[in-house]
Nanobody, 119 residues
Framework: VQLVESGGDSVQAGGSLRLSCTSD????????MAWFRQAPGREREGVAR???????DYVDSVKGRFTVSRDSARKTLYLQMNNLKPEDTAMYYC???????????????YGQGTQVTVS
């Protein structure tokens, strides 16, 4: 399974970006998909997840600003990020867990990441 992220860029604070994650083979509607991020010198953290049944969850720091969505037919996961802040600067990774979500734990596949920089 390959996950490929795109959409990362450099933006000013208050701006917006939409990240995309496509898969070559994964059935999105049967699995848990999520976005993680990792800033330099910090641990990777779960940002948003989209469960196989449509349930979503977010880390507190992005609630009300980020929205995760899925297009199963196109095998694409999205992360709409609004009102970006400098502290959102990080490498963003798409991840997949076979089956249902267990919070942000036990993911089976990760993409290579896409860089988001907010100044």
């Amino acid at each position: 399974v390959q996950l490929v992220e795109s959409g990362g860029d450099s933006v000013q604070a208050g701006g917006s970006l939409r990240l995309s994650c496509t898969s070559d083979s994964l059935t999105y509607s049967s699995n848990c998909m999520a976005w993680f991020r990792q800033a330099p010198g910090r641990e990777r953290e779960g940002v948003a997840r989209f469960d196989w049944d449509g349930d979503t969850d977010y880390v507190d720091s992005v609630k009300g600003r980020f929205t995760v969505s899925r297009d199963s037919a196109r095998k694409t996961l999205y992360l709409q990020m609004n009102n970006l802040k400098p502290e959102d600067t990080a490498m963003y990774y798409c991840a997949a867990r076979l089956g249902y979500c267990l919070s942000f734990k036990y993911f089976d596949y990760y993409g290579q990441g896409t860089q988001v920089t907010v100044s």
